[in-house]
């Protein structure tokens, strides 16, 4: 082999989802239980085996009870990460009720007794047989339990086998985190100060790790073939989240060369950061909110200093991920209220839960009669607090109004698919008001209130939509797959997902026709809205609004200031004549080269 082919076979190629370049250490984030050894022991050793197996739940139970108590006091004290932090202490809580189920533990030591064999045996035996029923699920989120029960077989191994588990716990140095891909659960686990970067061998641009990775400004690639095969823990890999490639094992002369270009973006990255001022202005006077995507209360904070125009969707499902219980009406005001005082009068919106499909709540799939055989298609959204959740809707609507008591809040409905739907949702928005009225109890009596179009048939009835919405809200990623029936987070068809497909790029501009005759605003929050080249196209096409994640509101704002509107229009007038979702892209980079440099290759 010669040293070019030698490069290549030290090359993977994945899908660049989120930019910069990482240099570091590789850390393998292990799916399904580890090897273990396996063998046969005689009957005056079995309640050897029984004992080291209960010594090992009591071990694993000790660690969790340390992570769980060092949270709740960081907790505490740091009252920006507070909910972030408390997600975290739901998901231990329910790691902790796995280790004490008298069934599992049940269930292994009658392995121990029934098979003479091994703790260790046991525990990959029973556990594995758990596994594969819920793996067998048709329910996307109750498939996606069984990644809690691996977690909790893994540290159970290692426990038994003397070895530190830590798959998410706090790395002694910063790492690559390489895996098949990765769930919300896992994200929120994770030390995120400690990861440079993420490599996964699943997913596409707006899976899960895609949102999160360009949330935090973490390099990312996805898609990567059999990349946890070829790469072991503790090997040195370069991530170019730019090009999309993996680079394994560099020599010294290459990895110079990736420090050169890692502090060149990092340059380029801290000069953007210093562009501030809310508002967006294009050189020709155009004007164009840009407003901010949040999850957590640190996200606020940091859009905040950063100067938007707003918070154009925060995200509420969040609050009802991972927990025994429902949010009290207190509980959502009281951190409501922080939103609205945080941005000192600057607009909030606030879009009711939106549970369903790929964002699922333990607390309300416990409490549907049956389950879905396809749940993007089935009870989510407002579809789902009108049908069976209207009092928890209830609940969050009057949270929402209370909260608008002192400062600008507006409501937004996600995943409206038809007028009826809408109706009804401001009859009981109306029914809210007048329970808090009779109760004296302060609170906005006319807030501003939106919709999120991202299905298909609210786009073709928008017109419809306008005269019962103060303004629209795309949202682009549910828009695309649902137009072009993607699954998003699908590494098989990941090629086929853009949303600058012809199809899309309509429903778009027949959402913005049917805003502009009705005077309705129109904004785009999905990750469309934080890509350059899409921005400059949704500008063009007659957008009044983006909203993006705080890491890219400097890019995004850079990008605006330095186009003419009138090329946007050009370029969007082109744009919709072309035939597919490549020749829009290729236009769209030329159009970015040509107006920004190289440069743009870096964002």
């Not at 050169?260 to 004007?287: C, W």
């Not at 207190?330 to 606030?350: D, Q």
């Not at 005269?467 to 682009?476: E, L, N, Q």
């Not at 957008?543 to 009138?566: A, H």
């Amino acid at each position: 082999m010669n040293a070019a082919e030698m490069d290549i076979a030290r090359r993977l190629n994945g899908m660049p989802v989120s930019p910069g370049i990482a240099v570091g250490e590789a850390h393998i984030i292990e799916r399904g239980m580890p090897d273990a050894p396996e063998y046969c022991v005689t009957e005056a050793y079995l309640e050897d085996e029984r004992l080291r197996f209960l010594r090992a739940i009591d071990q694993s139970r000790q660690q969790l009870d340390h992570v769980h108590a060092h949270l709740k006091e960081s907790a505490e004290k740091d009252q920006d990460a507070h909910q972030y932090k408390q997600e975290l202490v739901y998901i231990l809580d329910a790691h902790r009720l796995i280790l004490e189920d008298a069934m599992f533990q049940k269930g292994v030591l009658g392995h121990i007794s029934e098979h003479r064999c091994n703790a260790e045996w046991a525990v990959k035996r029973y556990l594995g047989e758990v596994i594969a029923v819920f793996q067998n699920m048709e329910d996307a989120y109750l498939r996606e339990k069984r990644r809690d029960i691996e977690q909790i077989g893994q540290r159970i191994l290692h426990n038994l086998m003397g070895n530190r588990y830590n798959a998410f716990a706090a790395f002694p140095n910063p790492v690559i985190l390489v895996a098949e891909d990765f769930t919300p659960a896992d994200t929120l686990l994770m030390d995120h100060e400690a990861v440079l970067g993420f490599v996964t061998e699943a997913g596409g641009s707006t899976s899960h790790t895609a949102i999160l990775a360009r949330a935090l400004g973490i390099p990312a690639v996805v898609a990567v073939p059999h990349v946890t095969e070829q790469v072991r823990s503790g090997d040195r890999i370069v991530l170019d989240g730019i090009s999309g490639t993996l680079h394994l094992s560099p020599d010294d002369e290459e990895q110079a060369g990736f420090d050169a270009r890692r502090k060149q973006y990092h340059a380029s990255r801290a000069a953007l950061l210093e562009i501030g001022g809310a508002g967006v202005e294009t050189p020709d006077g155009r004007r164009v909110g840009l407003k901010a995507n949040i999850d957590f209360q640190a996200d606020v904070v940091r859009a905040a200093e950063l100067g938007v125009d707003g918070i154009g969707l925060f995200r509420t499902e969040n609050l009802y991920m991972n927990r025994s219980r429902l949010p009290s009406e207190e509980e959502l005001v009281e951190l409501f209220t922080n939103l609205v005082e945080t941005m000192e009068g600057k607009p909030v919106t606030i879009r009711t839960l939106d549970i369903g499909g790929d964002k699922q709540s333990e607390i309300f799939l416990q409490r549907l009669s049956h389950n879905p055989s396809n749940p993007a298609l089935g009870l989510r959204g407002l579809r789902l607090c009108l049908k069976s959740e209207r009092a928890a809707f209830f609940t969050q609507l009057r949270a929402i109004l209370r909260a608008g008591a002192g400062g600008d809040v507006q409501i937004m409905f996600p995943m409206v698919t038809r007028l009826a739907e809408l109706k009804e949702a401001l009859l009981l928005l109306d029914e809210a008001k007048k329970s808090l009225r009779l109760e004296e109890v302060p609170f906005v009596d006319n807030p501003q209130v939106g919709i999120m179009i991202e299905v298909p048939s609210a786009a073709l009835c928008a017109d419809q939509l306008a005269p019962y919405a103060d303004f629209f809200s795309i949202g682009a990623n549910d828009l695309t797959q649902f137009t072009l029936a993607v699954d998003r987070g699908d590494e098989s068809v990941a090629e086929l997902y853009s949303p600058v497909d012809p199809s899309v790029l309509r429903l778009i501009r027949m959402t913005i026709q049917a805003g502009d005759m009705h005077h309705t605003p129109i904004a785009v929050c999905g990750e469309m809205a934080g890509d350059p080249r899409y921005a400059v196209l949704l500008m063009g096409l007659g957008i009044d609004e983006l909203s993006v994640t705080p890491e890219r509101l400097p890019l995004i704002r850079k990008t605006i200031c330095g186009v003419e509107y009138r090329q946007a229009v050009d370029l969007a007038r082109t744009a919709m004549e072309m035939v597919s979702a490549e020749e829009i892209t290729d236009h769209l980079d030329r159009f970015l080269k040509a107006a920004f440099g190289s440069a743009h290759r870096l964002y």
